[in-house]
């Protein structure tokens, strides 16, 4: 793979941007991480997408480079679950490069589909034009801008969603099922939320769903932000309803 040199003078084509890249292959993922980081990237690698759904359930990412031959899950199983339940680019990258292949990458989800072997400089540019494409989407053009806020009165989201923040200045960052059922409920502008609507954004396998874990992740959400701002969380539970967020409500 063909290295490419920092740009010289100016701003670093992905400064700030937080990238992951999922590969079990040590030695390519290592040169892949050194070459995003020599353009300013903030970079993680990851070994599996076991490995990086936990890595979601407590942080969050811009981008997502996602090799599709992984133990375990496999790439684009993982495209096509985290398609439905965030935001982040999803960049696939594999050696099978024929039109098929490419048309299942983009319909699981992903933004990118890359064939392996990669040149660098056309990953780093590649990624520059997608973070651009992003931010333009969330922010008006400016890469660094933030996203736009969700709210209610006195509650809203930051961050793409990310961020709750309580009428009383205090803020929780949520975990990547947190930060979608407040997302459901934010968009509903104080109309009730079914569960089966809540369960359908939490998994791609809805019939597979215990709807019991459903009112525990209402639950610990709650808890978390009482917590975090000591303030109960406006949503209520409507028998044979779902949920609503009403501020005010806990």
Known sequence: ??????????????????????????????????????????????????????ELAVDRCDILILDIILPGEDGLSAASHLRRIGDMCIVLVSGRCGAADIARGLAAGADLYLGKPLELPVLVASLHSLYRRLATRIGGGDVAAE??????????????????????????????????????????????????????????TPQDFDPHRLEVLMHRLRSRVRAATGLPLPARALRNMGYLLVPGQG
């Open 1 to 54: 793979m063909k290295r490419e040199a920092p740009q010289a003078g100016g701003k670093p084509w992905l400064e700030g941007v937080r990238i992951w890249v999922v590969e079990d292959d040590l030695a390519w993922r290592a040169l892949v991480l050194e070459e995003l980081e020599s353009h300013g990237a903030s970079v993680r690698g990851i070994g599996s997408v076991e490995a990086l759904y936990r």
């Open 147 to 204: 996203p736009a806020t969700e709210a209610i009165p006195d509650w809203r989201l930051s961050a793409n969603g990310w961020d709750l923040h309580a009428p009383n200045g205090c803020t929780l960052t949520l975990t990547a099922p947190e930060r979608t059922l407040l997302r459901e409920l934010f968009a509903a502008q104080g109309t009730p939320v079914s569960r089966t609507r809540l369960i359908a954004a939490l998994t791609p």
